[in-house]
Structures are given as C-alpha cells and as structure tokens.
C-alpha cells in the first residue's frame, strides 16, 4: 500500500471506496441498480452535481455491485435489492484494498517527491484505458472505469476519454465525476447518460455529522448545516478543522470593514500560516468567498442570512448597500484567482489571507465612499 496522499479523499476522513453508506441519494442509487437489473444498462454514467455529496461514494458502491453480479439474473438469485453489498465480499475487499483487476480509477497523480497531487488529470493517467480494456476481464466479465473528478481532466485527456466513450468495449462501465459538467467537453457528456445529485438536505448533513463522531451543540449543526449548503465533505471539514471558530473569527473581522482589528487580523492569518495548517488555510479561503457569495445573494435581493455571528446579516446588507455588486463578484473571483496562485507558488499563506483581507477592505472603502 503506498504512503501517497490520496487526492481525492477528504482529510483523514475514510475514502468513497471505504465507505458503506450513501446518505440522502436513494433515488439515484435506485436508478442505477434499475439500470443493471434492466439488462440495458448505458456504458456511460456522469453523476454531477455538488462537491462533497456522495458522487464518488455512489460510484464506487455501483463498481462493488457490477463486480460482484455479472448480470441481472444472478443479482435477483443472490436477492439483491439495491446497490448494498456486504464488504466481506470478495469483489467489495479487493475494491478496499485497491487490488481488483476490473476497476480502473483515474485521478489526479501524485509527486512522489513532492508528495502533492497535481493540479490536473494529464493525457497519460487516460490512456491507461487502453491496456486496462484491451486486456480480458474477469469471470463476470464487467471492467469498470472511474474518473474521479472528470472536471480536473485537461484538454488532451479529455480528448482521449472522448475516444474511448465513442466505442466503448464489451461490458464495459464508465462512471464519471462531476462537480461543474459545464466545463466537460459537450461531446463527452452527451456520450453519457446524466445523473445529477442534489445537495444533501439538512437530516442527511445530520446523519453524515453523527456516524462520522462530530459531538457539536445543536447551534453548532444548525450553522454547519448552512456553511456547507448540503456537502458532506465540506461539512465534516468545517467540523473537523475547527471551521466555525476561523468562520466566527473571520466575520468578525468583516462586520468592522473597512477598518478592522489589524492585531486581530494578523493573529487569524497566523493561524493559517503555521507548519501544517494547509486545511486551516483552505477552510478559511473557503468560508470567506462563500461569504461574499452570500452576500451577494442577499444583495441582488435574496433572502437576508441567518446570523451565524450576531449583526452578521446587517453587516452584509451594509457592505452590499447600493447594488454595486459587481465590486463584491470582482473580489471573490481575485481571492480564488490569488488562492490558486498561492498553491502553484507555494507562497507564504499568511500574506495571502492579509491581501484577501485587504481587497475586502478595498471594497467596502470604495462603497462608504460611494454612499
């Protein structure tokens, strides 16, 4: 087993092949396991929708259940009714142990020496398609192919997997990854039957929090439940990576725009900026657009937010006022840009958060100003 960091787990949270079960998506499940049991299944599946909501999960559960019933009639003899599958099956712990010879998983490698994933899905990891499908598959006869996520691919990899979509082998299973199918090639999505995923509701975010261990106050679910708007992984990150004390930090220095502590701001950028605080850091980029795109939101004449912090709300409407809010888009796109930036360069975190901080602060100068 190799020590490589996985790029598509979450933290040191369990993998989606580790993972025994699916909150909030029995309908999707339902879809799949109808397809199979049809006995005209597409080769091709493109399960979209949010981040961190099971997507992967839900392919890997599929792979499990392909790879264990060759066809229909045998799953119905075994007395399958749905895509569970008791992990002491041979197929579901060669899948756990990364060993099964008829699944092939495409994702973001990883530098060996660096030990970080790259940023994208290079034109070699796909075309491993073509000895992984050219080689005979197994007593079932079913090769499974996952790419997770299908977004992270760049334009030559994207062209490969088109090839392979186009004339897809015998029994073979494609379950691709999605978080923004927008930027997928036109011709690969309508090479693949769609199965878009819905954020998850607030029982299914509740469920998520219990089995994986959060002991949070009932206030603190009910301000993780909206923080991460129905993703899973993004609301055990928050949980797990003290999310709601950077978020209360955060806000409060935002509610004092445009001057806020500056002692303050500096002991919050340290937070981010000390050894071995990359989730810290991220979490904190993270919560800090996603509050401008709620205030956003609540300018262009949505619903005013709850108050997570006290006065929070008012402080959106404030720093919004006036409807200039092409200013606030401008400044989430820079802290996204400036974030991406910071990964590729390996710059110094605490100097990313004070210059984030600095164009919010430049915003709602220039809207005081404008008032």
Not at 44 to 72: E, H, N
Not at 154 to 163: D, I
Not at 189 to 218: I, K, T
Request: aromatic letters at 4%.
């Amino acid at each position: 087993m190799s020590d490589l960091p996985e790029p598509d787990r979450l933290g040191d949270f369990p993998h989606p092949r580790e993972t025994s079960v699916l909150y909030g998506h029995a309908r999707e499940e339902q879809n799949l396991f109808d397809a199979f049991m049809s006995g005209r299944m597409h080769h091709a599946w493109l399960l979209t929708g949010p981040k961190g909501i099971g997507k992967a999960t839900l392919a890997y559960r599929m792979a499990k259940f392909v790879l264990t019933y060759s066809d229909a009639e045998k799953a119905r003899a075994m007395g399958a009714e749905n895509l569970s599958l008791a992990e002491d099956m041979p197929a579901a712990r060669q899948i756990l142990a990364q060993g099964h010879p008829d699944l092939l998983v495409i994702r973001r490698p990883v530098d060996e020496k660096t030990k970080k994933a790259k940023s994208v899905i290079p034109v070699d990891q796909v075309r491993k398609t073509a000895g992984f499908f050219g080689k005979s598959a197994g007593a079932g006869g079913w090769r499974v192919c996952i790419v997770d996520s299908a977004d992270e691919m760049n334009a030559n990899s994207a062209n490969a997997l088109l090839k392979v979509l186009e004339e897809p082998p015998a029994k073979s299973l494609f379950l691709l990854v999605s978080h923004q199918p927008g930027r997928l090639l036109p011709t690969i999505r309508s090479r693949c039957r769609q199965l878009p995923m819905p954020a998850l509701s607030s029982s299914a975010m509740d469920q998520v929090l219990s089995a994986n261990g959060a002991d949070l106050s009932a206030d603190d679910i009910a301000a993780i439940d909206v923080l991460a708007e129905g993703s899973a992984g993004r609301a055990l990150t928050i949980a797990s990576g003290d999310g709601l004390a950077l978020y209360r930090s955060m806000v409060g220095l935002i509610c004092q725009l445009p001057r806020p502590d500056i002692a303050a701001m500096h002991a919050l950028a340290d937070k981010a900026a000390r050894r071995g605080a990359e989730q810290i850091f991220d979490i904190l980029i993270d919560l800090m657009r996603d509050w401008i795109a709620r205030a956003v939101r609540q300018g262009a004449g949505g619903p005013p937010n709850p108050d997570i912090v006290p006065g929070e709300s008012a402080a959106m409407a404030k720093l919004v006022h006036g409807g200039n809010l092409d200013r606030w888009v401008e400044v989430w796109e820079k802290i996204g840009e400036l974030a991406t930036r910071a990964e590729a360069l390996n710059m110094d975190r605490k100097l990313v958060i004070l210059n984030a901080f600095s164009m919010l602060e430049a915003a709602a100068s220039g809207m005081a100003q404008s008032a």
